[in-house]
């Protein structure tokens, strides 16, 4: 048992999971506009997501040389063969989509490194963080595997952006709770800012124009319609439930199996 849950917080802590959850979205683009499997784009997606993050919570132990135990070790080789893995795929991507990856790396690379000033970079910025990070996740999920197939943006690109974007927002809102008690004050989380309950009711809120902005494509999906509707009864229902006093297995595997489950809904349907 000990050696299956050293390998589970392996899959968590290195990244994998949460990579199998936007590699979910990437699919689920994919069927909304019933484009094909493309395989460049879900390999730069799942593997550039692993390095990202792991970049993203990892960099200070190697950029300060602080001594690694064995499970850091074997994440960092894991970001090494992730990093080169994200590069072969990057220069099998349109070019169109490979200028707006830079971008969204550029987004990755301010929000990590102190590039402004030698102890803040952008995740300590009040308030920004969690746009940040939406606008990241939107954008890699969303618009990098439509522009690479080579769809045009109309009103259904434009709508589907808006929904994901809000549904990363509920989901780091969830996030935000559950990290109450650790994160530094300065960092002017919602929760933070308005109280827990307020927070819970805002993410709520926010669910409700995801589902109803579906009404406005050009072509409504029935199918999809329900299952977005389970979708967002899930989110709410974690969200309800969230507190500070939860497992971090809650945020860190459940809710981001949300995607993956939205996912699975739609071979299930």
């Known amino acids: 048992m000990q050696a299956i849950r050293r390998l589970f917080d392996f899959y968590i802590n290195g990244s994998i999971h949460v990579a199998v959850a936007v590699l979910s979205l990437v699919l689920m683009t994919n069927h909304m506009f019933q484009n094909s499997f493309d395989l460049p784009m879900a ?11 792991n970049f993203i919570k990892y960099e200070d132990f190697f950029r300060n040389k602080k001594p690694l135990r064995f499970e850091l070790k074997a994440i960092a080789i894991v970001s090494v063969i992730s990093l080169l893995t994200t590069a ?31 102890k803040k970079n952008i995740r300590n910025w009040s308030g920004v963080k ?5 606008i990241c996740w939107s954008g890699v ?15 259904d690109v434009i709508l589907k952006c808006c929904q994901r974007f809000l549904l990363v927002i509920s989901l780091i809102l969830i996030f935000e709770i559950i990290d109450l008690k650790t994160d530094d004050p300065a960092l002017k989380t919602v929760p933070q800012r308005i109280g827990v ?12 124009p995801l589902y109803f902005l579906e009404f406005l494509k050009s072509t409504i ?18 969200m309800l439930f969230a507190n500070q006093n939860r497992s971090k297995y809650y945020t860190s595997f459940w809710v981001e199996s949300i995607p993956i489950f939205w996912l699975g809904m739609i071979y299930l349907v």
Do not use: R
């Open 197 to 208: 309950e307020k927070t819970k009711i805002l993410g709520i809120l926010i669910l409700i």
């Open 221 to 238: 999906d029935i199918n999809q319609l329900f299952v977005n509707a389970i979708l967002v009864i899930t989110t709410a229902l974690f």
């Open 130 to 134: 969690i746009y940040i990070v939406a």
């Open 88 to 118: 072969f795929f990057f220069f099998c991507l349109g070019s169109v989509t490979q200028i707006t990856a830079i971008i969204f790396f550029g987004l990755t690379f301010l929000y990590t490194v102190p590039v402004f000033s030698k």
């Open 141 to 155: 999920t969303t618009l990098l595997p439509l522009l690479n197939a080579g769809t045009e943006v109309f009103s």
């Open 43 to 53: 390999g730069f997606a799942f593997f550039g997501t692993i390095f990202g993050y």
